[in-house]
Structures are given as structure tokens and as C-alpha cells.
């Protein structure tokens, strides 16, 4: 079988979603991989790394897709509302798609790719159970936007991060607050450590508490009936209004009296939660930085713009919607070996092949037959899906 790696279209998008060192590993599985010229080359990857490791490299794109029984990418349609659609027309049923599709967030891509006929398993899906840990790439990726939020901060940050003392005084270090701790949250936590912060966390969900205080940081209580605040997959679940309105003005003293605001918090398919106020901006002082990863999602910082730097009364806020990105070696490193792992999980006797009976090949199938066929994105397509899903079968 041949597996095909688009180079990525989406703006500014530089990661790959293989790296040369993954085609070993599917070589040995009965695997071809077949690279688009260029595909590797923003993230440190020029072709001739990946034909050393035994790829293919390919100008054409329609030739590419053609050929591809499985098609590996970072941002299939769905994540690439500007220019997935090219990609849509090259299509073919029964053709499998592999990669980030936003599934629960743009339900109606999911009905515009199931159109095509071709397959959408979408990585950000797969469920956190023990045997999945090493296809996460919902984590992989967000261990990296952790660590560049804080050296965004730091570059704002008019000041340095470490107690320094020197002979021309002491200088104190920087308050960091930390807003939700899951992977990325935990990140940042470790890295603003790591540069001398002063770091302070907090997570809806108190079982983090031990986790932040192994990072060397401070957990806020923040004294409030939280039951239900994580879903069964272990990611923060949604809460009322009335308990965000209440965490935000427990939090505003918090965020007043920080250098560096870190927010993470955000709820798969949903808009993010507003966490820091305006009137919480507005009581920092001048300089001081807020980095929000929920900015894709409307922001965790009322006042946060996606892919924007806002300043408002001096204080600095940052919505990056892509810090991954930013990062692209290790980011697709990290992702290549995720999505490969995924792959050889799938296959057997030399093809790649969706398991009904594997809960992480069900969990992951949001289009196949023409139709969409996940329960949770039909849910969510309006108006809703009808009909019987199909009966899902085994190959390619």
C-alpha cells in the first residue's frame, strides 16, 4: 500500500506529517511512502532525506493523491478551512485520510469530505486510554504550544524571569499564572520553572493538584463545587455560566497580581470559556503579558484577538492559534511518530485496514461511505444526519 504525504497548505502551516525517520518503520510493515516535493522542508526535512530512508518524492499533487491508498497530513480539510477544499476534489472512495480534521468544531466539514467517498479518520479523536498514549497527538502537540507560549511571554515580558542577584541590585522574578493544567498547561509550567518564574496553576479539576506541585508550583484554591469537571476522557468538561462567573471574579486578584498570564483551558468542540476578564486586565500593571492558546476558540482573555497582539492599558495580550507551528522540527517529529504508530496499529498482512472491533480505529472514523458516520459530530450537523450509518467493513 502506499502512503502519501501532502506538503501542508494551510497558511503558515510548517510541520509535516511524517518525518524521514518513520519510513523505516512502515517499510518494514509492507509499506511505501510516497512525499510531495518540498513537503519537509519549513520543518527540516528536505527530500533528500527522505529518500535516503527509502520514500518516494513526487511533484505532482494530483498524481500524489491518485496514487494513495492512505493519505497522511497534519490538517486535512476540516482543519484547513482556506484551502483544504482543493484537496477534497482529488479525493477518491475509499481512499483513506489520515490526520487533525476539527470534526467536532466544523460538523459541516466532516459532511462536505464524507461527500467525496474516501474515509476521514481524525487523530484528534483518538480516545485516552493506556494503549493510545503514543498516537496523542492532541498532546504531542500540546506539550510544544506550552513551551512557546512561555518564551513568547518572555520576549514581551519587559523584564527577565529569574531572582537574579547582582551588583547592581536584585532582581525579583516574574509571577506566572497558569490557567488549566493539562498538557500543555503542565508545559508551560515546566519551562517558566525552568527559566526561574515564580509559578502559580490552576485547573478546574483538582486531581491536577499533585501534578502541578511535581513541576515545583503552587496549586490556587479556588473554593468551588467542581464535581463533573472532567469527562470520561479525561479532558476538562463544560461548566455552567453562573460557575465561570464565579471563577472569575475569584481568579481577578490572582491575574492582577501576576507578570505573566498563561491560559489553556479549552473544551474539545466548544467555545472556550472566558476566565480572565476585562476589568482582571485592566487591574495588571503596564507590561505585564498574557499568552491565551484558547484564542482559537473565542479565548480564555475577554479582550484576546486570534493571531493578534492586543494591547490594552500596557498590558500585552497574545492569541496564537498555531505555536506548534512555530516549532516545526520536533512538532512534526513528535506528530510523525504519532500518526505512524497510529497507522502500524492499523495494519495487517501488508495494508492498512479499519478494525470496527479496535476502539481506537471506531473511535477515530468520523466519515466513511458517503455519509458521516461518528456518532457525536452527527449529533452536531444541523441539520442533524439521517439515516443508518453504514456498516463499516474491513480494508482500505
Known amino acids: 500500500m502506499r502512503i502519501a504525504v501532502p506538503r501542508e497548505s494551510h497558511a503558515g502551516e510548517r510541520r509535516v506529517a511524517l518525518v524521514p525517520t518513520n519510513v523505516p518503520s512502515l517499510a518494514k510493515a509492507g509499506l511505501s511512502v510516497v512525499v510531495e516535493a518540498g513537503a519537509g522542508i519549513a520543518a527540516g526535512f528536505p527530500d533528500a532525506a527522505y529518500q535516503e530512508k527509502g520514500a518516494s518524492v513526487v511533484e505532482d499533487r494530483r498524481e500524489l493523491f491518485a496514487t494513495a491508498d492512505v493519505v497522511v497530513q497534519v490538517r486535512t480539510p476540516g482543519a484547513n478551512p482556506t484551502a483544504g477544499d482543493a484537496d477534497l476534489a482529488m479525493m477518491r472512495r475509499d481512499q483513506l485520510v489520515v490526520g487533525l480534521g476539527d470534526p467536532l468544531g466544523d460538523p459541516e466539514s466532516a459532511r462536505r469530505f464524507a461527500a467525496t467517498g ?8 483518538i480516545p485516552r486510554i493506556t494503549r493510545a498514549q503514543a498516537m496523542d497527538v492532541l498532546s504531542s502537540q500540546a506539550t510544544i504550544a506550552g513551551y512557546r507560549a512561555v518564551l513568547l511571554a518572555a520576549l514581551e515580558l519587559p523584564r527577565m524571569f529569574p531572582l537574579m542577584m547582582t551588583a547592581a541590585g536584585t532582581l525579583t522574578a516574574a509571577k506566572v499564572f497558569v490557567i488549566g493544567a493539562g498538557v500543555a498547561g503542565l508545559q508551560a509550567i515546566a519551562t517558566s520553572r525552568r527559566l526561574g ?3 502559580h496553576a490552576y485547573d478546574v479539576r483538582p486531581a491536577c493538584r499533585e501534578q502541578v506541585q511535581s513541576l515545583g508550583a503552587r496549586f490556587v484554591e479556588v473554593p468551588m463545587e467542581t464535581g463533573g469537571a472532567e469527562d470520561k476522557g479525561g479532558y476538562a468538561a463544560a461548566m455552567s455560566e453562573d460557575f465561570y462567573r464565579k471563577q472569575r471574579a475569584l481568579m481577578t486578584e490572582i491575574v492582577a497580581a501576576s507578570d505573566v498570564v498563561i491560559t489553556t483551558a479549552a473544551i474539545p468542540g466548544k467555545r472556550s470559556p472566558v476566565l480572565v476578564t476585562t476589568d482582571a486586565v485592566r487591574k495588571m500593571a503596564p507590561g505585564c503579558v498574557i499568552v491565551d492558546l484558547a484564542a482559537e476558540r473565542g479565548g480564555n482573555c475577554e479582550l484576546s484577538r486570534p493571531d493578534e497582539r492586543v494591547v490594552d492599558h500596557g498590558v500585552v495580550i497574545l492569541g496564537p492559534t498555531n505555536p506548534a507551528s512555530d516549532v516545526p522540527g520536533h512538532a512534526s517529529l513528535m506528530y510523525g511518530n504519532n500518526a505512524t504508530r497510529f497507522l502500524l496499529n492499523m495494519t495487517k498482512d501488508q ?11 471506531r473511535e477515530t472514523l468520523v466519515a466513511r461511505g458517503g455519509e458521516v458516520v461518528h456518532p457525536r459530530v452527527r449529533e452536531r450537523l444541523s441539520p442533524p444526519a439521517t439515516g443508518t450509518a453504514p456498516t463499516p467493513h474491513q480494508g482500505a
Open 197 to 199: 518564574g515564580v509559578v
Open 118 to 125: 474516501a474515509a476521514l479518520l481524525a487523530l484528534e479523536l
Open 351 to 361: 495494508r492498512v485496514q479499519w478494525n470496527p472491533d479496535d476502539e481506537i480505529c
